[in-house]
């Protein structure tokens, strides 16, 4: 190779490397600048979010401490602080069909056998809706309230398209027990039926949830009014029972109960036939109870001044063409003491004649009988009130005598109970509540008897219990007074159906000071061994309330003493022991 040659050579690779060089400046200036044009969208992103959050959101350092603690919804107690309601973070159980992709099947194992693997984990559950579920392309909710227990067996079958998202939900720990006072919340997170409806706002204010909501009832008494009425309805096999006890000088409802019952915990809401509250929203002729109603209103009005005085009860009454009876006789004649303990109709039709139609729709309507019953609670039956026979609006001669045994008028008993409270708290007449109350802050209410009227009651109501139809609520060293009541429900030939009973007792104690009305009802209770095949309420709804009473009296701070009871030495001459409905 000549010089010239090699020379040409040299400057030919100087050139190669010069254009190597160039081309390796230029890549790593571009490298930079994408490096920079990243670095500078990423900016404008962050400043972008920076400025979405100080305008459209709050940050999160602008949110306290106490508010990210806070409950989803406010928590709701009994009057003792025993939690009823509350929110807490639950899993719930997702299927998603997608989980896998859209290629086969998104289940590894059988739909029946995942249906069935479910149903031992949920075993209230419907296997034919699980399945039909599992078999859609669909994702739906299979449960919505799942334990963490509950998640990690349905977790170790494996199954991808079963998800467990975390949400917040409403848990009852006493279960059923108060179902109809407090309602329950939908999965939407709304409030139905009970207190759950009435306290929405409350319960969701961001100002006022922290701070729980204490209601009146009692959750050991209410157990003990629900196993009670239970107990009654299985021995009977009645369609259903109601019950309430209520406080007579503030009018706080410390049990209600309404059976059968539902379970608000219940994600699948299969109870919707079962929500109907029979204490407040069911109407009954709630019979002979009324009559210490339509006796007070006679005393209180002057029309009945001597307990002494007897009136015919050997025969029915003919009026306008109706025919008032007794269940059987008691006698030639029956002074006003010994009707209600022998529970005569005929004499107590007698003593509302007597006072006339203006007197006793007058107490009745004073007693709230007119009108739905005075309690928060959404549900609230309006009565079958008697509609007057002229333009003056005042009953005709046979409804007065019909109303005041109970017939031809229709209230719910939370309207019974309230009544019977005035007529043994010394006449005065207060509104039901859910909620808790100071005694010293009691509504003041209205006076419908005077409070001579009232004792003379308490002493009859006491006198009932003792001698006559209402011995078997009487419960040792408690003073129990009330009365029965065995009203046909409307229907069938002549009005009423004589197959189909409501039973009730009403009652107070202790007589000597009461604190506390008692209602206990059956629906349609059936003669059976457990009440020597006897229907009324003699035989069933009075046993509740004599085994109520000394479950609830000391929880309530009434405590046995058979060395105190009423002074009923002045009646006890003027009646014989006897027996009635």
């Known amino acids: 190779m000549n010089a010239l040659t090699a020379s040409a050579a040299i400057a030919s690779g100087r050139v190669r490397l010069a254009n190597v060089r160039q081309r390796s400046l230029v890549e790593a200036k571009v490298r930079v600048l994408v490096v920079a044009l990243l670095f500078l969208l990423a900016g404008i992103a962050a400043l972008i979010r920076i400025a979405q959050l100080g305008f459209f959101e709050d940050a999160p350092e602008k949110r306290s401490l106490a508010e990210a603690l806070l409950p989803s919804r406010g928590e709701i107690t009994d009057r003792n602080g025993v939690p009823l309601a509350r929110a807490f973070p639950a899993y719930a159980l997702w299927f998603n069909p997608k989980a896998l992709g859209d290629v086969g099947s998104p289940l590894v194992k059988s739909p029946e056998e995942v249906a069935n693997a479910l149903l031992q984990v949920f075993p209230d559950a419907d296997y034919n809706d699980l399945l039909t579920r599992l078999k859609s392309d669909k994702p739906s909710y299979l449960r919505r309230r799942v334990m963490p227990e509950e998640a990690n067996r349905i977790f170790a079958l494996g199954e991808p398209a079963l998800e467990f998202p975390r949400e917040n939900q409403r ?79 503030t009018g706080e409802v410390v049990a209600l109960a309404s059976l059968p019952s539902f379970n608000p915990n219940r994600s699948d809401r299969a109870f919707n036939d079962l929500v109907f509250n029979k204490v407040t929203n069911q109407v009954y002729e709630l019979g002979s109870t009324f009559k ?38 008691f006698g030639e004649s029956l002074n006003v ?3 209600l303990i022998h529970s005569s109709n005929i004499v107590t039709a007698q003593v509302a004649d ?26 609230r039956g309006f009565p079958l009130w008697p509609r007057g026979h002229d333009k003056s609006g005042e009953w005709a001669r046979i409804t007065t005598m019909t109303v005041s045994y109970g017939h031809g008028i229709a209230v719910t008993p939370l309207h019974l109970a309230a ?50 139809t209402g011995k078997s609520a009487n419960a040792a060293g408690f003073r129990v007074g009330g009365k029965t009541g065995s009203a046909e429900k409307p229907g069938g030939r002549g009005g009423y159906n004589r197959t ?37 309420a003699a035989w069933n709804a009075g046993p509740i309330v004599g085994r109520v009473v000394p479950r609830i009296g000391p929880l309530l701070g009434v405590v046995p003493d058979d060395s105190r009871d009423v002074d009923i030495t002045d009646l006890s001459p003027l009646v014989g022991n006897g027996e009635g409905e």
């Open 171 to 249: 848990y009852y720990p006493q279960g059923s027990l108060g179902a109809h006072v407090l309602g329950y919340v939908d999965g939407e997170g709304r409030g139905h039926v009970g207190m759950e409806q009435v306290l929405e706002k409350r319960l969701l204010d961001p100002a006022q949830r922290a701070v729980p909501v204490a209601l009146s009832i009692d959750m050991r008494v209410q157990g003990a009014l629900e196993d009670e009425l239970g107990r009654g309805m299985l021995e009977t096999e009645a369609k259903g029972a109601a019950g309430i006890i209520l406080d007579v000088d």
């Open 354 to 379: 007597k006072l006339g139609s203006a007197g006793l729709k007058r107490t009745m309507a004073a007693l709230g009988m007119n009108e739905r019953p005075y309690i928060e609670l959404p549900a």
């Open 337 to 339: 003491p010994e009707a």
């Open 500 to 536: 189909s009973l409501v039973a009730t007792f009403a009652a107070a104690f202790p007589m000597d000071k009461p604190r506390y009305v008692v209602i206990a009802m059956l629906d349609e209770p059936k003669g059976t061994a457990a009440t020597s095949f006897q229907r009324t």
């Open 292 to 329: 210490p109603l339509s006796v007070a209103a006679a005393i209180d009005a002057g029309v009945v001044t001597d307990l002494s005085v007897r009136y015919p009860a050997n025969r029915p009454l003919e009026i306008g063409g109706f025919r008032i009876r007794d269940s059987h006789s």
């Open 419 to 468: 009544a019977y409270a005035a007529m043994v708290n010394g006449g005065v007449w207060r509104p039901a509540t859910l909620y808790k109350v100071d005694p010293a802050n009691a509504p003041a209410g209205r006076r419908v008897f005077k409070a001579s009227t009232s004792a003379r009651m308490r002493q009859l109501l006491r006198m009932i219990v003792v001698d006559g």
